[in-house]
Every structure is written in C-alpha cells, then in structure tokens.
C-alpha cells in the first residue's frame, strides 16, 4: 500500500491545526502542536504556520468552527504554492474529513493518518511491513466514502433508488479492503507462530525490555549496553522492528530488547497490529522505562507510557526508571524579586530529584547515553534485578554468582 503522504507533497509546507478544550488548555495545545510538527518533520515535511481556535468540543462537521476554517482557507489560498497538506492534530471522522477538503481544496491530514504514514516509511522487515499495512487498511475502511464523493446514488424513474457506480464502486472497494484486512490478520498470525518459537528457543534467559516515549534514547542506550550497532535517530519512531540482543553483565546472560516509542494519541489501529511486537513487552521480566528528563513534559509522557503499557499487558513487572539526557537537562532561574511560587522550569536537577521521584530510588538511576554518564551504575542495578530473577530460576547458580562477586 502507498504511503499516505506522497512525494509530490514531501518537502512542502504543512499547516497545522489543534483546539483548546476544558480537556487541554492553551499550554498543552502548543506542546502536542510541537509534537505534531516534529512528526511534520519525521515525514519530510516543512511545519509551518499554526492555527488554534477555543472550542467546547471538536465541530462535528468540521472540527474547527466555520470562521476558523474560513481563516484557514484564506491562507492556504494566499500561500497555494507553498502548502502541500494541512494537518490536523486529532483523528478526523470521514464526514469531517470530507467537508473540509470540500472547503479548502487542499490535502487533508490528521494526527493518525501522519503516523500511519511515518509507520509505513520506517518499517524495514516484513513482519513491520505487514503490521503496517494493516493498520492503514484498518484506518481507510471506515473513510472509503470520501474517496467516491464526486460519483452519488442516482434516482431512477418513479422515485425508486437505483444504484450508481459510486455505490458500486464503493460496495467493491469494501470488500476488497476487508479481504486484505483478513488475509493481513492471518499473515501476522503465521509470523507469531514464527516468533514464538524463536522465543521458546531461547531458553529461560531473564529478559529486559527497554521501553519508553518515542525519541527518549532507547535505542543509543541499546547501542551502549550491547555494544551493537542498532539504528539511532533524532527523530520519531526512529524504531519499529523489535531488535533482540544476548548480552551478560559480569558472568551473568540475559536478552536485551528495544521496542517501538510509544506516542500522546497513538492510534488504536497500531496498538492492535503491533501487539505481535509488543509480545516481547508482555513476555519480559524486567522493564526497563528509558524518560528523556530534559523534555518540559516529561512527566506526561511518563504517563502516556505506563498507560499504553497497562493496555498492552496488566501484569506488574519490575521496572526501572531510566532519567536519560542528564546532560540535556535545563531549568530557568528565577529572579530574587520573584515572589511567585516555583514552576517545574525553575526546578534544578537535585531539587527534581527531592520531589516524588525520591519515593522510588531504588528503583531508578539519571545517566546520559550520550555522554556515557552513570552507565556503570546502570549495569550494577541491571545486574542486580536480573540475578534476584535468574536465581528464583536455577538456585543452584546462586553459589557460582557469590564466588565471582567475591573474587
């Protein structure tokens, strides 16, 4: 299946577009905007101007209000050689989608059909492919009328409704796409199989899986930990194949793996299609959840995580918390005439660390990948969480562990 974004529009300029809710405020809009336009630019296109408008609840029909869509449509036509799409940061329903193309002539986008197509430019295995191409099916069903807008039901002689070509047309292409939705499944089905006996193969080694927010490092502290080169990106959903490796900690074996990022609004078709992927996150002892500390929200994200993790698996693991780019991390000095209280901004590093993350330490470390700072620290808490497993496993390692430790 075609990207959603095609290249006649990769490298033009998308306009953006979110709401401010009683559920999110003016703040929050500006940083899931952010977000929106860093996947922007994931996809290789250029995030350009903004446009937000206060709603009780998204417009039915068109999301934004007819005054805001108005505004937006005056720019685009001012701008018609420079905007390729304009992008909406919530999932669109197939009616909203369509009156608004209807009214800006323009390629629409939202938040899923971006991600979908960020997905379908990343996947490299087969598997990834085929999870993939699911989800974008899954996407396009419920919006198949807005692809046959300009063929209608015609009436025939009488008063009674005779069936046009559109309804034809639409009818097959249903059928089509719910076909290749069934064929999909079952082809994810025969890879479980696969992996699940490459699972089984590998025997009762303590499994760790690195997880996390999307763009949080997981991937350089894969590199760092295996000493294996494993793809690491500046950008979103730099990985979506799992990548699995045996690595030991002193004398001690376990399997280290990396997963996909998670993501605010991540799409229910993903989770579904990626759930084969995410079997290694179910089927881990150990979690290892990588929060890039320098991000303003990262205590959202923190959220947005353990909150996809529940959906994916209920069971409570072990889980480390891994406060990743230290070296990033900045704060903003308030002044002394300031008599206001502090802002998460104004906290330092130490002071952070005194807040509810204190109620955890032993049960979570700061380090910077980059910089390789408290790596080794790292290893030793790794190597403690895994030996408490192993041992539970084969008691009778427990005395060779001892004799190397005292050595």
Avoid at 97 to 123: C, G, P, Q, W
Avoid at 297 to 325: M, R, S, W, Y
Wanted: aromatic share 8%.
């Amino acid at each position: 299946m075609k990207d959603f974004i095609t290249n006649e529009i990769k490298n033009q300029t998308a306009v953006l577009v979110g709401l401010i809710t009683p559920e999110q405020n003016d703040e929050k809009v500006q940083e899931y905007l952010d977000e929106l336009a860093f996947l922007a630019e994931t996809a290789g296109l250029l995030p350009g101007k903004r446009f937000v408008q206060r709603l009780e609840m998204p417009n039915a029909l068109t999301f934004v209000g007819k005054g805001k869509l108005e505004e937006i449509e005056a720019y685009v036509k001012e701008e018609e050689n420079e905007i390729g799409v304009v992008i909406f940061d919530d999932e669109l329903s197939a009616k909203q989608l369509r009156n608004i193309e209807k009214v800006l002539m323009i390629r629409i986008m939202d938040r899923t059909s971006l991600i979908l197509d960020i997905f379908a430019m990343r996947a490299q295995t087969a598997h990834a492919k085929v999870q993939v191409e699911l989800a974008q099916y899954q996407y396009l069903l419920p919006r198949l009328t807005r692809m046959w807008t300009h063929l209608e039901r015609q009436r025939g002689g009488g008063g009674t409704i005779m069936r046009g070509p559109g309804e034809t047309q639409l009818e097959t292409d249903r059928r089509i796409i719910l076909d290749k939705i069934s064929l999909l499944k079952q082809e994810l089905k025969d890879i479980d199989k696969q992996k699940t006996v490459q699972r089984k193969n590998r025997g009762k080694l303590v499994r760790v899986a690195l997880v996390g927010y999307t763009n949080v490092g997981k991937s350089t502290l894969m590199t760092l930990l295996s000493k294996s080169d494993v793809f690491a990106e500046n950008k979103l959903f730099a990985t979506l194949d799992t990548t699995v490796r045996k690595m030991t900690i002193q004398n001690l074996p376990f399997l280290l793996t990396d997963t996909v990022g998670f993501i605010r609004k991540l799409p229910t078709h993903l989770i579904e299609s990626f759930k084969s992927t995410l079997d290694e996150v179910r089927e881990a002892d150990i979690l290892l959840h990588v929060v890039d500390i320098s991000h303003p929200a990262f205590e959202e994200q923190i959220g947005v995580v353990e909150k996809t993790l529940f959906e994916i698996d209920d069971t409570a693991k072990p889980t480390i918390l891994v406060f990743n780019k230290i070296d990033a991390f900045s704060h903003v000095e308030k002044d002394d005439d300031d008599l206001s209280p502090k802002n998460r901004e104004n906290y330092t590093l130490d002071e952070l660390k005194q807040t509810w993350l204190s109620r955890i330490k032993e049960n979570c470390i700061f380090i910077s990948a980059k910089e390789k700072e408290n790596i080794e620290d790292l290893k030793q808490l790794i190597y403690d969480k895994v030996r408490e497993i192993h041992i539970s496993r084969f008691p009778y390692n427990d005395f060779l562990y001892q004799t190397y430790e005292d050595e």
